[in-house]
């Protein structure tokens, strides 16, 4: 089994700091619904579904403290990251729990439970996709990291490894956190899985060179329509896949979709700080004076897309808007 990255125990929240990855192992024990959002602002918690159960934890601890109302416990959370869709998913799951007078914290279980599952489900839809696939690429860290356990652009791997196919994964480093060397990467060295790290713009070099027979990635909102937005950097990829005639898959939990969102121009990105881009692990590498922009996520046309993973199958992005409403009637 993948790495589990967030569980709950005894009135505290465990998550490990990927911060802290590949060089320690630390995991953080968070009490109050204040550090838990601290933990999603600065990244020691990130992946949109891994994110949402933090919240919907924090949910639960803020019940515990008793300071805060749900509307208030909500608020302060919703106000950490504002493109992952799942992260409001979470906190709402548990605010209407709460205000309802069920069990905080048998929400949040409830929740967690349903993620990990969905996620599962992905990996048994989509390794048939990646059956006569031998060289494939991901971007950034859609793992059990970023999803609490298996992932979602990793699963449909995992799976088909354990059923027998012989991948090779593309690693993109995924800049300017580089999610994919520090996170991906010993993901797949702890379960052997073959891969290479590869500079974010070499990924175009082996696209064309017929070393990349499929593309996988996750998302972290998908608009109603199949635009969607992830790490920075997905839309060139999905872009340079469409021009070599690869296919580009994207996986996801139910709850990264977003119903509300009619295309992806209504999709908020988020934009974090210039040092991000200016420094490496607290290193300014760029000219004193020098400043930069660092939006965290780009937003892909639906068009680019040649199918949606999700724990229900496999659903092309011509019939995304008719399932969505199928679930919306269920």
């Known amino acids: 089994m993948p790495v ?22 630390v995991v953080l024990r968070l009490h109050t619904v204040a550090k838990v959002a601290a933990a999603i602002r600065t990244m020691a918690v990130r992946g949109a579904p891994a994110i949402g ?16 109302g749900p509307d208030r416990g909500a608020r302060l959370l919703r106000a950490t990251r504002p493109t992952a869709v799942d992260l409001f998913v979470g906190v709402e799951t548990v605010r209407r729990a709460w205000a309802e ?9 409830a929740y967690r439970d ?4 969905e996620c599962h489900r992905i990996g048994l839809a989509g390794a048939p996709l990646l059956r006569r696939a ?3 690429l991901t971007h950034c860290n859609a793992g059990a990291l970023a999803t609490v356990e298996w992932g979602t652009a990793l699963s449909p791997i995992r799976v088909a490894r354990q059923q027998g196919a ?9 800049r300017p956190w580089l999610q994919g060397a520090r996170l991906t990467a010993w993901e797949l060295l ?16 082996y696209l064309s060179t017929g070393e990349v027979d499929a593309v996988i990635v996750g998302a972290d909102r998908i608009a109603r329509n199949g635009d969607f937005a992830n790490k920075i950097g997905t839309y060139e990829k999905a872009v340079v896949a469409r021009e070599n005639g690869v296919p580009f898959y994207v996986a996801a939990p139910w709850s990264t979709f977003d119903a509300h969102r009619p295309t992806g121009r209504a999709i908020p990105v988020e934009e974090r700080g210039e040092n991000e881009v200016l420094e490496v692990a607290g290193h300014r590498i760029a000219p004193q004076g020098s400043r930069a922009r660092n939006p965290a996520f780009d937003v892909t046309p639906a068009k ?13 992005p011509k019939d995304l808007a008719r399932r969505l409403a199928r679930r919306a009637d269920a």
Request: without cysteine; proline residues 4%; charged residues 25%.
């Open 134 to 136: 031998r060289k494939v």
């Open 4 to 25: 589990r990255a967030l569980w709950f125990r005894g009135g505290t929240l465990y998550l490990i700091d990927q911060r802290k990855l590949p060089g320690r192992l």
């Open 190 to 205: 702890r379960e052997r899985i073959p891969h290479a790290i590869i500079a974010d713009n070499a990924a175009g070099h």
């Open 53 to 68: 159960v933090a919240a919907a934890y924090g949910m639960a601890l803020a019940a515990e403290e008793g300071r805060l």
């Open 101 to 109: 007078g069920a069990a905080p914290q048998a929400a949040a279980d």
């Open 304 to 316: 680019f897309v040649t199918a949606f993973v999700t724990p229900d199958g496999v659903v092309r």
């Open 114 to 117: 349903r993620i990990v599952e």
């Open 166 to 174: 012989r991948l090779f994964v593309w690693v993109d480093e995924t």
